[in-house]
């Protein structure tokens, strides 16, 4: 009875990230992107949400809005999007700056 040869693991390159590594998995370890997806396999959506949730928040809702915002950033943030930072300091703003007018508002 012989013995398998070894076989090592191909070595990927992940293409939204930039990783490296020996593997048979078919998404990068690092960022979870699927191997062979153009462009990285990755859209801006959590940006886009964060945004879209920050602008919400500064009429309605900053309680729950605003949190989901600063979350959605802090996931694109770790995901390295571009305008990442920008989304968070605009979720930070949208919901400090809904409560002050939800104050304003309902003192009036």
């Keep these: 009875m012989s013995a398998a040869p070894f076989e090592q693991s191909p070595t990927k390159l992940c293409s939204a990230c930039g990783t490296l590594t020996q593997t048979v998995k078919t998404f990068c370890p690092e960022c979870g992107t699927a191997y062979g997806e153009p462009g990285g396999g990755r859209s801006a959506s959590f940006v886009w949400g964060a945004f879209a949730c920050a602008a919400v928040s500064l009429l309605f809702f900053p ?46």
């Design 63 to 108: 309680i729950v809005l605003g949190p989901l915002a600063i979350v959605l950033s802090a996931l694109a943030m770790k995901r390295k999007e571009p305008q990442a930072a920008l989304a968070m300091g605009l979720s930070v703003a949208g919901m400090v700056l809904g409560f002050i007018f939800g104050a304003i508002a309902s003192s009036a």
